[in-house]
């Protein structure tokens, strides 16, 4: 299983939300490079960063944070926020993402993502669902709309996408546990599906839990920044 630590970007600085709220956000580093090479420095191959700003924009802002990131570590960065336009996901690969997940943009514009996907290679592109009740949400969680995940996932499995990223805001932040019944769900349901659990983990057992029942990928950040689990556990269980 890929362990993923995540960096959540406002305004330059390295910052987590609770439930996907914007009025409950906490820094935890005005210098997100720092803790990149944390993580390098603890073993860890991939980073989750997401951009804030551009999720809230609609367009992609802390592409400067990225850039630095990826040339100054080793880590395998998946990217995402605010991608909505040919320029932004440009920006995205040009400042050295190795993946790029589309959120709002997979909802909103199916036919732009599909184009991405001929473009730059359907491994390339994440499919990004935040999810609440079962139901995607969108531009930063702001936005909630009628489509279960099951059916985004559906409608793009035919097309060859079959990373997925699934954040179950309700947990988000929270440090209580990932939904494992929703993953498990989603793996029973798509089982050929490459999914990357995200939200709720505040333990390393989450992480076992989490792996037990196949998820390809494990995103945690907060659980990290509160010392619920400490960095030098992951590597072996990245490993393992």
């Keep these: 299983m890929r362990i993923i630590p995540a960096i959540d970007i406002i305004d330059g600085k390295c910052v987590r939300l609770t ?64 991608i909505k336009s040919d320029q932004d996901i440009e920006i995205a690969f040009k400042s050295g993402a190795k993946q790029v997940t589309c959120g709002s943009i997979a909802v909103k514009y199916p036919a732009k993502v599909l184009e991405w996907a001929d473009r730059y290679g359907r491994d390339k592109l994440i499919l990004g669902a935040d999810v609440k009740e079962r139901k995607v949400a969108i531009s930063g969680w702001t936005e909630k709309t009628t489509l279960s995940i099951e059916d985004l996932i559906h409608k793009y499995m035919g097309d060859g996408l079959y990373h997925v990223i699934c954040t179950d805001i309700a947990t988000d932040g929270m440090l209580t546990g990932p939904n494992l019944d929703l993953y498990k769900d989603l793996l029973r349901i798509f089982p050929s599906i490459r999914l990357i ?12 839990k989490l792996k037990e029942i196949g998820v390809e990928g494990a995103i945690l950040g907060k659980a990290i920044y509160e010392g619920k689990v400490k960095l030098n556990e992951l590597k072996s269980l990245q490993d393992a």
């Design 19 to 82: 439930q996907g709220d914007y009025n409950k956000k906490k820094i935890y580093n005005e210098n997100p490079i720092e803790v990149a090479r944390e993580f390098e420095d603890a073993g860890l191959k991939f980073l989750h960063m997401v951009d804030l700003d551009g999720a809230k924009a609609g367009r992609i802002v802390n592409y400067s944070v990225l850039e630095k990131v990826a040339t100054q570590t080793s880590l395998s960065i998946d990217f995402g926020g605010g």
């Design 197 to 208: 659990a995200s939200g709720g983990v505040g333990s390393i057992n989450d992480l076992v």
